[in-house]
């Protein structure tokens, strides 16, 4: 089983090791920079950009059914990619995260550091799902 990972970063080692003991991943695929550069800036129009999803379809044309694919991003375009993963048998996980933030008061500076803890990746599931 492969893992397409649709994300902004490449995964940690522990991610790696859950993916690989949860959802039996053996390699992780990731996509080209002109793919990553695209998913980091999905343009902020009315309407989903289709030629960006499909250029990430394409990318998927090899995923066998049963290979995961993870994907987050911009919530219009993740939700068809979702759908699309579901339709072809993929399954669509994200990873689920803790944010734990520090405050620091430096005279009349404030400053805010988030640091995002991965705990654990999820599939994605649709509301008739049991």
Not at 41 to 46: K, M, R, V
Not at 70 to 89: D, H, K, P
Not at 112 to 126: A, D, G, N, Q, T
Request: net charge negative; aromatic share 8%; hydrophobic share 35%.
């Amino acid at each position: 089983m492969k893992t397409y990972c649709l994300l902004n970063h490449k995964l940690t080692e522990n991610q790696e090791k859950e993916l690989s003991e949860k959802f039996h991943s053996e390699r992780i695929v990731y996509p080209s920079q002109s793919i990553s550069e695209m998913w980091a800036q999905i343009p902020a129009t009315e309407r989903v950009d289709r030629k960006t999803a499909q250029v990430v379809v394409d990318w998927l044309s090899d995923a066998e059914e049963g290979d995961s694919l993870i994907v987050q991003g911009e919530m219009g375009i993740t939700f068809l990619l979702v759908s699309y993963a579901l339709g072809r048998g993929l399954v669509p996980i994200h990873a689920v995260s803790r944010r734990e933030e520090t405050e620091v008061c430096d005279g009349e500076s404030v400053v805010k550091r988030h640091v995002f803890r991965h705990v654990c990746f999820r599939r994605y599931e649709s509301w008739n799902e049991k």
